[in-house]
């Protein structure tokens, strides 16, 4: 047993010196490998987007620093140098590659891959690049998994939010909730509703209306309710609710509200705006207008718009919003007071039975008569006033 370990820490001293003596060879053609593709990668790239090319230029910069301080290090590190060297290289001729494949799919196939995907996958790139290198270097990698259960331990409890996070974020790409861009809420409260700016294998970035930038660790947002206002539709609905008189019939208040708001900035003439008698408060009646709109970064604006139109045109038509106010009527009531409202009741149904051509040919008392025995109810266009079989 002894002569097979002795043979074996021959075999990996023998590989790390094959290693140092052929490194500055194997180095030279990485590093001209690795600088024509990062030349091509740059080529390639949109001119917005040539800014992913600065890792790969680092990894490049950083293996000619090594290589040009291997004369000036001591000679226990000089041969180490090249290796170091090497490894640099390696990532660099790495990372343009996948830059380059990722590209041309996305020109040639029109693919669109998301940001964690990339990440996770170039990570287990660099993964395999130290293996490869550090198997290379003569170094057991086994060994690395075979350590001692405590760090097993250790390690895992370090890295579960870690790792929540990840799948989390995974969960998220393939089910896709939400895209960039999208406005999203991401709890019952109102000032969290942002703009996703950006979605990776850690966190969701979301950008609110007051300009404040908020990330949500994806395992916390994988269990918060999550309302997205772009889907199904990239229109999304308001509503506004505002008070009228209770003399004013709904049917008008309906009518002029909707002939005002068309044009009002932000609002959509489809899906068309609707207005619904919503409560009957203290203050008069309210109402619920509902609208749709595409500006929802700027939705403060629109609402305000809005009801700008609203107050204009109820005041046009003489409707004036209510305040919560109570009134108190002082009336003194008589047989005489009484009897002549009475009267002034009757002559006024009897001039509206009169435009009635039925009633017309009806003499005075008889119509005096069916004045004072009817009385004025309002209808809504289209309800039903009188029906087969009611009592006459």
Same mark, same amino acid.
Request: with cysteine; hydrophobic share 50%; charged share 20%.
């Given at each position: 047993?002894?002569?097979?370990t002795?043979?074996?820490?021959?075999?990996?001293?023998?590989?790390?010196?094959?290693?140092?003596?052929?490194?500055p060879?194997?180095?030279?053609w990485?590093?001209?490998a690795?600088?024509?593709l990062?030349?091509a +990668?740059?080529?390639? +790239?949109?001119?917005?987007?040539?800014?992913?090319?600065?890792?790969?230029?680092?990894?490049?910069?950083?293996?000619?620093i090594?290589?040009l301080?291997?004369?000036?290090v001591?000679e226990?590190l000089?041969?180490?140098?090249?290796?170091?060297?090497?490894?640099? +290289?390696?990532?660099?001729?790495?990372?343009?590659?996948?830059?380059?494949?990722?590209?041309?799919?996305?020109r040639?196939?029109?693919?669109?891959?998301?940001?964690?995907?990339l990440?996770?996958?170039?990570?287990?790139?660099?993964?395999?690049?130290?293996?490869?290198? +550090? $198997?290379?270097?003569?170094?057991?990698?086994?060994?690395?998994?075979?350590?001692?259960a405590?760090? /097993?331990v250790?390690?895992?409890?370090?890295l579960? $939010?870690?790792?929540?996070?990840?799948?989390?974020?995974?969960?998220?790409q393939?089910?896709?909730?939400?895209?960039?861009?999208?406005?999203i809420?991401f709890?019952?409260?109102?000032?969290?509703?942002?703009?996703?700016r950006?979605?990776?294998?850690?966190?969701t /970035?979301?950008?609110?209306?007051?300009e404040?930038?908020?990330?949500?660790?994806n395992?916390?947002?994988?269990?918060?309710?999550?309302?997205n206002?772009?889907?199904?539709?990239?229109?999304?609905?308001?509503?506004i609710?505002?008070?009228?008189?209770y003399?004013v019939?709904p049917?008008?208040?309906?009518?002029?509200?909707? /002939?005002a708001?068309?044009?009002?900035?932000?609002?959509?003439?489809?899906?068309?705006?609707?207005?619904? /008698?919503?409560?009957?408060?203290?203050?008069?009646v309210?109402?619920?207008?509902?609208?749709?709109?595409?500006?929802?970064?700027?939705?403060d604006?629109?609402?305000?718009?809005?009801?700008?139109r609203?107050?204009?045109a109820?005041?046009?038509?003489?409707?004036?919003?209510?305040?919560?106010?109570?009134?108190?009527?002082?009336?003194?009531?008589?047989?005489?007071t009484?009897?002549?409202?009475?009267? %002034?009741?009757?002559? %006024?149904?009897e001039?509206?039975?009169?435009?009635?051509p039925l009633?017309?040919?009806?003499?005075d008392?008889?119509?005096a008569?069916?004045?004072a025995? $009817?009385?004025?109810?309002r209808?809504?266009?289209g309800?039903i006033?009188?029906?087969?079989?009611?009592?006459?």
């Amino acid at each position: 047993m002894r002569d097979l370990t002795l043979f074996l820490a021959a075999a990996a001293d023998q590989t790390k010196s094959s290693w140092v003596h052929h490194a500055p060879q194997t180095a030279g053609w990485a590093g001209v490998a690795a600088f024509c593709l990062l030349l091509a +990668l740059i080529a390639l +790239l949109p001119r917005e987007q040539r800014k992913r090319a600065l890792q790969p230029a680092i990894f490049l910069v950083l293996a000619g620093i090594i290589l040009l301080l291997e004369e000036v290090v001591v000679e226990s590190l000089a041969d180490e140098m090249p290796a170091i060297a090497l490894l640099f +290289l390696y990532a660099s001729i790495a990372r343009s590659t996948f830059l380059l494949v990722v590209t041309l799919l996305s020109r040639v196939f029109q693919w669109t891959f998301q940001k964690i995907f990339l990440d996770i996958a170039m990570s287990l790139v660099y993964l395999a690049i130290g293996f490869a290198a +550090l $198997s290379i270097a003569g170094v057991n990698t086994a060994n690395l998994f075979t350590g001692s259960a405590i760090i /097993t331990v250790v390690l895992g409890l370090a890295l579960q $939010s870690t790792l929540g996070n990840i799948f989390a974020g995974l969960a998220i790409q393939m089910h896709q909730p939400f895209a960039i861009g999208d406005w999203i809420q991401f709890d019952d409260k109102r000032e969290h509703i942002g703009k996703v700016r950006e979605s990776n294998w850690r966190a969701t /970035t979301v950008v609110t209306l007051d300009e404040v930038e908020v990330v949500i660790p994806n395992n916390k947002l994988a269990e918060l309710p999550l309302t997205n206002f772009n889907r199904p539709e990239r229109w999304s609905r308001r509503s506004i609710y505002f008070v009228c008189p209770y003399s004013v019939p709904p049917r008008d208040v309906q009518r002029i509200v909707l /002939t005002a708001i068309p044009g009002s900035f932000g609002v959509l003439a489809s899906p068309n705006p609707t207005v619904v /008698t919503n409560a009957f408060t203290e203050r008069g009646v309210e109402y619920w207008l509902r609208f749709f709109t595409l500006e929802f970064d700027r939705r403060d604006g629109v609402d305000g718009g809005v009801r700008d139109r609203i107050w204009y045109a109820l005041n046009r038509h003489g409707v004036t919003m209510p305040v919560a106010v109570h009134d108190v009527t002082l009336q003194h009531h008589s047989p005489e007071t009484a009897n002549a409202a009475a009267d %002034r009741d009757v002559v %006024r149904r009897e001039a509206i039975l009169r435009t009635v051509p039925l009633f017309q040919a009806l003499p005075d008392d008889a119509m005096a008569r069916l004045a004072a025995a $009817s009385r004025i109810e309002r209808y809504m266009k289209g309800e039903i006033i009188i029906r087969q079989g009611d009592e006459g």
